[in-house]
C-alpha cells in the first residue's frame, strides 16, 4: 500500500527545505505550488484558458502572475473564475502522481499542498503534517524575503489557517528550528510511516 502523506505549513515555516529533506531519502513530491507554476509557464494548460480570461496576463506565450493580481485586486469575481480553471488541472495532476505512485507500489508520497486543511486536500491522506516555527522565527525568514513588507505579510498571514490550528488538526508536527534537526525528524517521520 501506498501511503499519502499531506504537508502543510504556512508562510516562511521551512516547508521547502523540509521537503527537500524528503524528497533526498528518496520520498516522492507533489508540491502544489510548483504544479501550479508549470500549468502558467509557456506550454501549460491554464495559459490558454487564463488568456481567453485576462488578456493582459498573457506575457510571451506564459501567464505573468503579476497581472493576475491586478485583475483580482480590480474585480472580486476574478479569483474565483481563475480557480475554476486551475484547481481542475492542478487536481488532475495530484490524482495522476498518485495512481502512478500507488500502481508503483511506493512506499510513501508527500503532497506539498500550502492550503492542506483550506481546500479538503487532507481527505486524500493517510496522515497529515504541519511544518511549524515559532512565529518570531516565521516573520524573521518571511521579511528577509526580497520585496517582502511588514503589510504584505500580514495580508498573507490572514488568508492562511493559523500555525496552532493547522498544529492541532495535523497527525505529525515537525518544528523546523535548525536544518539538521527538521532532516532528523523527517527521517524519523519516514521511518514510523513506513515500518509501521
Excluded at 10 to 15: Q, T, V
Excluded at 21 to 30: N, T
Excluded at 147 to 167: N, S
Amino acid at each position: 500500500m501506498t501511503i499519502i502523506l499531506g504537508m502543510t505549513g504556512s508562510i516562511g515555516m521551512g516547508k521547502s527545505t523540509t521537503a527537500g529533506f524528503f524528497r533526498e531519502a528518496g520520498v516522492p513530491v507533489w508540491d502544489a505550488d510548483a504544479e501550479v507554476h508549470r500549468l502558467y509557464a509557456t506550454g501549460g494548460a491554464a495559459v490558454a484558458p487564463l488568456a481567453r480570461l485576462c488578456p493582459n496576463a498573457l506575457k510571451d506565450g506564459a501567464i505573468d502572475r503579476a497581472a493576475l493580481k491586478e485583475w483580482i485586486a480590480a474585480d472580486p469575481q476574478a479569483l474565483k473564475q481563475i480557480e475554476s480553471v486551475v484547481h481542475p488541472l492542478v487536481a488532475a495532476s495530484r490524482m495522476q502522481f498518485i495512481a502512478a505512485h500507488t500502481e508503483a507500489g511506493t512506499p510513501l508520497i508527500l503532497l506539498d499542498i500550502p492550503l492542506l486543511f483550506e481546500s479538503g486536500g487532507d481527505q486524500l491522506c493517510h496522515a497529515t503534517l504541519t511544518v511549524s516555527a515559532p512565529p518570531e522565527e516565521q516573520r524573521a525568514r518571511v521579511m528577509a524575503r526580497p520585496g517582502m513588507t511588514e503589510e504584505h505579510f500580514q495580508t498573507i498571514l490572514a488568508k492562511q489557517m493559523p500555525d496552532a490550528e493547522k498544529r492541532a488538526r495535523a497527525t505529525h508536527v515537525i518544528e523546523t528550528l535548525t536544518p539538521e534537526q527538521t532532516r532528523k525528524q523527517v527521517l524519523e517521520l519516514i521511518t514510523k510511516l513506513t515500518k509501521g
